[in-house]
């Protein structure tokens, strides 16, 4: 995890998910609103800006492919991560429990240190997917 700090303009990297050759950036608030209205343009050029002001102007020649998620646009999320309300984290271990083995969770929210990712949400999918597979398997 690497962060910057700027104010309103705070933004933080995942780097190197899953063992792979990417930094993941995030920013939030009213900045990302502003960010996504902007343009996926605009929006990469300020990560890499904020990447060679922590690295250094050489920084830019190692960016490979870059793309932004306009994840306010996501019509079922409409740019929401969850979050926990403080002391209630117990919450998520509830959750990820089958109900009578019928009725599964995943996601984002139920995604351990990978929390508030895609990534992450994969992964929780994944794992459930695999659970309901055994149960099926096991009828």
């Known amino acids: 995890l690497l962060v910057e700090r700027l104010a309103r303009h705070d933004i933080y990297f995942l780097c190197f998910p899953f063992d792979l050759d990417l930094m993941v950036g995030f920013v939030g608030g009213d900045f990302a609103w502003e960010m996504s209205a902007a343009g996926e343009a605009a929006g990469i050029d300020f990560v890499v800006d904020r990447l060679c002001d922590i690295f250094g102007a050489d920084t830019r020649k190692h960016v490979g492919r870059a793309m ?51 990534g992450g949400a994969r992964l929780s999918g994944e794992s459930v997917a695999r659970q309901v597979a055994a149960v099926l398997a096991a009828e």
Request: hydrophobic letters at 40%; a positive charge.
């Open 68 to 118: 932004m998620t306009n994840w306010g646009g996501e019509r079922y999320v409409r740019g929401a991560y969850a979050a926990a309300r403080p002391g209630r984290s117990e919450a998520r271990a509830t959750l990820m429990r089958p109900v009578a083995d019928k009725i599964f969770f995943a996601g984002e929210h139920l995604a351990g240190p990978l929390i508030q990712t895609c």
